[in-house]
Every structure is written in structure tokens, then in C-alpha cells.
């Protein structure tokens, strides 16, 4: 009888301890779930049930946008995307608390006189970023949006400037997309030589990606740039400077894409000067879509 209670003591206490250790894994969670919900304002509601592995940032979202899904490159007459994935590394490091504007000042400088000025050296844990944050911090005298888009795509005649060029940008975009489970690597022969490829191996991914954008421009259009998420904002802006937004909207039925169409030209209609003096709005990003839409 003694044995029988000291048995039935012991699985009380057990009882017990799983209650506390699961209450505690539960404020544990909850602690996670709230420094995910205020990690940064601008991650997409789609998002929210993804592993971080599957975050994308901007420049992976224009290239996954860009790139064929089953030959697992991006088109050979393409010549703007990598001035276009440049303005998504600026932008993404403004809405992530790195980069920003210099103060207008009293004259009134035009977003595209301004010189971009490193607000924070935290690390960003993308190598491409943190690269490209390193170069804007440690130059002197800083330089402007459009100077950094041409420097850090190589496209500049001053020989000691080459240095800032960031090299191999698809390709390693196409890795870390390969890592986080979206791509995979293949070798294809294109006659005279041997190309390394990414065929789309998660289409889920990109669909949802996909679906992101035509929404953006159809059921869930807003009519205010200023109420909409600004990475998504960036997303749609950069997308079309980098002449992979027809890729979204081309599974679009004829009316639907004609209205997507009338949207985004809307959008590009704005006046960045003019948007980037609202409240809340990001000037950096105005620059780098002043910078595309000059």
C-alpha cells in the first residue's frame, strides 16, 4: 500500500513538473512570437507562418522574379537588373535602420543631391548587405543614391572607385536562395561552354511571392503608396526598374493585367519629392525610385 502511494506521489509530481516546464515553454514561445511580431513592421502577413529560412529579402525576391523556373536563369537580354538589385541592397538597408539621407538642411536639397549616411554598423547577417554597408560607411565624402547604384554595379570611369563594385551579386543571390530551400544548382551546356543554373525547386514560394504582388495592384489596392507596406511598395517599384514585373503579371487574365498595369503606372507617376515629405515615409526609398524614374 505504502509502495502504491509513493508511486501514485511520484506521478503527481511528475504531473506537475510537466505542467511547469510547459507553461514555461509556453511564455517561452510567446516571448519568440512577440519579438518576431515587433522584429520590423514591414514583414508581409503571407509570411508569418514561414521559417526564417524562407525570409526573403528584396534583391532575392526581384532575382526569384527574374529567373526562369525551369532553366533557373535570368533572361540574356536583361540589362537592367543589376543596377536594380543595387537600389534593393539600399533600400533594404534604410528599412532595416542602416542607411538614411543626410538632412535636407535649409535649401531644400533634392532627394538625388543628398549623400546617403550610415546610421548603424550592426550587422545585418547577409554578407551582401553587410558588404555593401561597410562601402557606405567607410567612405568619405559620402556619396549620393545614384552614385551608389552605379558603384556598386562597376558602372563608373574613375579606375579607384572599382573597388566598390559588389562582384557575383546573381550568383550569390542564387546560393542563399538555394540554401533557404527556394532553388536548387544545376550545370547546362550551352554549346561553346558550361553554365551553372537554379531551377525553382519550392514553387510554392514563389507563387506566394507571385500572388503578393498581383494583389498589391488588384484586390488589395489601396490608392495611397503611404498605406501600403514598404517593402512591398520597393518590391513593385524595383521590380519594374529591373523589367522582371511583367514575369508577375503575365498568369493575369487580359482585364486583370490591364488594371495591374494602370496601377503600377500610377505609382510610377508619383512625385518622389513630393511623397517622400509625408509622414512615415522612408526617403531613401524615394531616392532610389527617383534615382529608376528620373
Known sequence: MTSLTQRSSGLVQRRTEASRSSAADKDRGSGDEDFETHRGEEEEDDDKG???ETRLTLMEEVLLLGLK??????SFWNDC???GLRGCMLIELAIRGRLQLEACGMRRKSLLARKVICKSDAPTGDVLLDEALKHVKETQPPETVQSW???????????LKLHYQLRNVRERLAKNLVEKGVLTTEKQNFLLFDMTTH?????????????RVQEAVLEKWVNDPHRMDKRLLALIFLAHSSDVLENAFSPLLDDQYDLAMKRVRQLLDLEPEGESTKTNANELLWAVVAAFTK
Request: net charge neutral; hydrophobic share 25%; no cysteine.
Open 50 to 52: 514561414d521559417s526564417k
Open 199 to 211: 531551377p525553382l525547386t519550392n514553387n510554392n514560394i514563389k507563387q506566394r511571392l507571385v500572388k
Open 149 to 159: 547604384i552605379e558603384l556598386l554595379s562597376g558602372e563608373t570611369w574613375n579606375p
Open 81 to 83: 537588373i543589376s543596377s
Open 69 to 74: 523556373d525551369r532553366e533557373g536563369y535570368t
